[in-house]
């Protein structure tokens, strides 16, 4: 696999309109050179062990402003816990309620048909399907 390098940091950042900061350049190589699904702790630690002087809320304002120009989205895997997923594209998970990790399911594993009836005045923006697992009580 090619690594995920500043100058393609930094294409990405231009093309989703946000400003290029060095801390933005570290946070988006951490998330994007490989599908992940980090929480905005483990993204804090990811980062600060290429660039230490990069701040806790300076992660967390980047992936509010990543997340709203769709750079990534929130999975809300329990009420006290939400992963960041690099892949945007439509696709669903698995969440291992054990072990807290998350993957993504292959298409081919899972499948949605259609769509219900939505309230009047609404349209249909996404569908998250999050598939809890754990371990069997022996």
């Not at 990543?66 to 009420?79: A, I, N, Q, T």
Request: hydrophobic content about 40%.
């Amino acid at each position: 696999m090619n690594e995920y390098t500043s100058a393609d940091a930094i294409a990405c950042l231009r093309s989703a309109g946000v400003p290029v900061t060095h801390q933005r350049i570290e946070i988006a190589r951490a998330l994007f050179s490989a599908p992940v699904h980090l929480s905005a702790d483990q993204l804090w630690a990811k980062v600060r062990e290429q660039a230490p002087d990069v701040s806790r809320a300076t992660v967390y304002n980047t992936l509010r402003l990543f997340s709203d120009k769709g750079l990534v989205r929130e999975l809300f895997v329990d009420p006290a816990r939400v992963v960041f997923d690099s892949t945007t594209r439509p696709h669903f998970h698995l969440y291992n309620m054990d072990t807290g990790e998350v993957r993504d399911l292959a298409d081919d594993e899972l499948q949605v048909v259609g769509v219900p009836r939505l309230p009047a005045g609404t349209v249909l923006q996404e569908v998250d399907v999050i598939v809890r697992v754990r371990k069997r009580p022996d």
